[in-house]
C-alpha cells in the first residue's frame, strides 16, 4: 500500500499538508524562534492529570491546573468525606484512609464559560501514578543554589502560569546541605537556607510542592554531606577539594534519620544520586520514606543500572537511565572529558528505549532533566542559552512526551523566554506526557528518519516522525506497519491544528533535526 504523498511547507515543524501532490515547496530559516503554540483560549480549560495517587491517610494536595482568563473559580461534585476543595485556588486537601478509585468531577468557571473534567483519585499503595512535571535547581544553579532561587523559581511556576499546565514540583539539588543536628541528627540546611519547614510551607500555600536531594555516599557529588558517615554519629569534614570524597559509602546510614526530618518539613520528593549501584540501598531509602508516614517521591539518580532494573523499579518511582544529558545533538559536539559523564540527546535516544519494559504507572524512566532556555550550574560563570537549536529544542520535548518521561525543568523558571515558555506549555504535547496508561513509544522500522509510537488511554495514537539527519528528509508511516486500517483524523500538536483525514498512512518532509508530532484518531470517533 502507497503512503499518500503529502508536501510539507516546514520551518521547524510549521507545516501545510495537501491531501495530494503539489509542484513546488516553501520553507521558512530553521533557524528562527518560531512559536509553533498557540496561546491558550481565554475560555477555562482543565488540563494536568487526569489520574492522582495517594497512599490510605497521607495528606492530600493536588492543585487543579487550569488556563484561562482570571477571575477563576473551582468547584467538585462526588467528593469524598474527607476531601475538600478550596473554590479560590482551585486545590484538593484532606486524606482518605479506605483504598480506591474515586471519581470527582472537577469545574472551572470564568465570566466566559465553564470547563469539566473528572480527575481519578486513586488511594492505594502507588503514587505518582502521572510522570512528575516541575523544575530542579541544578541545570541552572549548580551547587550555588540558595533560598532566594528555590523562591524565585516557586513564584515564577505561577507568575508564568507553569502551574495552570501541571507543572507543580521545585526541586532542590545538591548544594543546600549543611552538617547534621536537630532532634533526629538529621542532615540540616547550610547559610543559604534559613528555616526549611517555613519554606515548604510557603511552597504548598501556592498550591506547589517542594523536593530535596541527597546522595547514598559520605560526600555528594559536589561535596556536601551525604547519607552515610564512617562515624556512628554521622559526623563529616567536607573533602578538599569537594569532589575528592565523593564515591565512598560509609558504614553507617541515616536514611531514616533524613527521612524524619524532611517529612517533618514537609518535603514531597527526594533525588537519591550519583552512581546507584546497588538495590539493598534503594530499598533502604524507600522504606525509610514510607515509614514517615508522608508520601516523598523517590527518584534513583544518575544513573541505575539496566540489570537491576527488574527490582529497583519495583521501589522507586523515578530511574534515571542515563548520565547527565548535556545540550548537544551529537556526542561528537561535546569535549573529550566531558564524554566521561555525559550524554548528547542522541545518546540519551539511544540508551533510554532499552527501558522501555519498566515505565508504567507508579514508576518512570528518566531521561535527565530538559536542556532548554537559560542554563549554568557548574560554575559561576553568567547563565547561557541552550545550544540546542530550535528544530532540536522541538525534538527533544517531543521525545521526552513521547516517552511518557517526567517533565522537569532543567533552567531556572524565572528566566524563561516566550519561545522557551512555548515549549513548555503546549498542553496538547503536555498531555501525550501525561496520558493515564503511562506507555513509553515504541519506536517503528522505516525507510528514512525514525519513527516512535505510543499507544493512549483512549485509544489514540501518539507519533513522533523524527528526523535525526542534518538534511531535510521525507519521512512516513503506514497505517498497516502499526496494525491500523481505515481512515484516520491525523492532528499536528504542535500547532493544535487537524491536518485532514487519511486512509493509508502519513508523510511529511521533516527539517533536519526535527520533527512533526502527531495524534491519529479514527475518523468514525468525534474529536472531543
Keep these: ?102 471519581r470527582i468531577s472537577l469545574r472551572a468557571k470564568n465570566a466566559l464559560g465553564v470547563a469539566k473534567r473528572e480527575l481519578q483519585l486513586v488511594v492505594g499503595e502507588e503514587i505518582s501514578l502521572t510522570p512528575l512535571m516541575g523544575c530542579n535547581t541544578y541545570g541552572g544553579w549548580g551547587p550555588f543554589v540558595n533560598e532566594k532561587n528555590i523562591r524565585d523559581a516557586a513564584a515564577a511556576l505561577v507568575s508564568t502560569g507553569l502551574i495552570n499546565h501541571g507543572y507543580s514540583f521545585v526541586n532542590i539539588d545538591d548544594g543546600w546541605q549543611g552538617k547534621r543536628g536537630g532532634p533526629y541528627n538529621a542532615i540540616q540546611p547550610n547559610e543559604k537556607f534559613s528555616d526549611m519547614k517555613r519554606l515548604s510551607e510557603d511552597i504548598h500555600n501556592l498550591g506547589l510542592k517542594l523536593g530535596i536531594y541527597t546522595s547514598p555516599w559520605t560526600s555528594t557529588y559536589e561535596g556536601f554531606v551525604g547519607s552515610s558517615s564512617d562515624n556512628a554519629d554521622g559526623s563529616w569534614i567536607r573533602p578538599d577539594p569537594p569532589r575528592s570524597g565523593t564515591g565512598k559509602f560509609g558504614k553507617y546510614l541515616f536514611y531514616e534519620n533524613d527521612a524524619k526530618q524532611w517529612a517533618e518539613w514537609g518535603i514531597d520528593y527526594c533525588k537519591f544520586d550519583w ?91 528518566m531521561p535527565c532533566p530538559l536542556r532548554v532556555g537559560m542554563l549554568g550550574g557548574w560554575d559561576l560563570k553568567p547563565l547561557r542559552p541552550t545550544r540546542l537549536s530550535p528544530n532540536e529544542q522541538y525534538s527533544h520535548i517531543s521525545l521526552w512526551c513521547l516517552w511518557s518521561a517526567p517533565l522537569i525543568i532543567g533552567c531556572p523558571p524565572e528566566r524563561l523566554d516566550a519561545f522557551t515558555l512555548s515549549l513548555l506549555t503546549n498542553d496538547e504535547v503536555i498531555e501525550i506526557d501525561q496520558d493515564p496508561l503511562g506507555q513509553q513509544a515504541r519506536q517503528i522500522e522505516v525507510a528514512k528518519g525514525e519513527v516512535l509510537v505510543k499507544e493512549l488511554a483512549d485509544g489514540d495514537l501518539a507519533i513522533g516522525l523524527f528526523n535525526p539527519g542534518s538534511e531535510r528528509t521525507q519521512i512516513g508511516i503506514n497505517w498497516e506497519q502499526i496494525g491500523l ?18 486512509s493509508s498512512g502519513f508523510s511529511g518532509e521533516v527539517p533536519a533535526h526535527g520533527v512533526v508530532l502527531l495524534r491519529i484518531k479514527s475518523a468514525k470517533q468525534k474529536r472531543m
Design 1 to 102: 500500500m502507497f503512503l499518500m504523498k503529502i508536501q510539507v511547507l516546514l520551518g521547524l515543524g510549521l507545516f501545510v499538508v495537501m491531501q495530494k501532490l503539489v509542484a513546488q515547496s516553501a520553507y521558512l530559516p530553521d533557524t528562527a524562534k518560531i512559536i509553533l503554540t498557540p496561546p491558550p483560549s481565554p475560555h477555562p480549560k482543565i488540563n494536568g492529570a487526569r489520574v492522582f495517587g495517594v497512599r490510605p491517610n497521607s495528606p492530600i494536595l493536588y492543585t487543579i491546573a487550569a488556563t484561562g482568563d482570571r477571575p477563576m473559580t473551582f468547584a467538585a461534585s462526588h467528593l469524598p468525606k474527607g476531601v475538600t476543595l478550596n473554590p479560590a485556588t482551585g486545590r484538593l486537601s484532606g486524606s482518605l484512609s479506605k483504598k480506591g478509585t474515586y
Design 275 to 365: 552512581k546507584i549501584d546497588s538495590v539493598f540501598r534503594v530499598k533502604g531509602i524507600r522504606n525509610a520514606l514510607d515509614q514517615t508516614g508522608r508520601d516523598i517521591i523517590l527518584e534513583i539518580s544518575n544513573n541505575g543500572k539496566l540489570t537491576d532494573a527488574p527490582e529497583m523499579t519495583k521501589v522507586a518511582n523515578m530511574t534515571r537511565t542515563t548520565d547527565d544529558i548535556i545540550d548537544v545533538w551529537e556526542n561528537e559536539q561535546l569535549d573529550s572529558h566531558i564524554k566521561k559523564w555525559a550524554m548528547s540527546v542522541r545518546d540519551i535516544w539511544r540508551a533510554h528505549r532499552h527501558w522501555q519494559t519498566y515505565n508504567r504507572p507508579g514508576h518512570w524512566n
Design 485 to 502: 486500517n481505515g481512515n484516520y483524523i491525523v492532528r499536528d500538536l504542535w500547532r493544535q491544528k487537524d491536518l485532514g483525514v487519511f
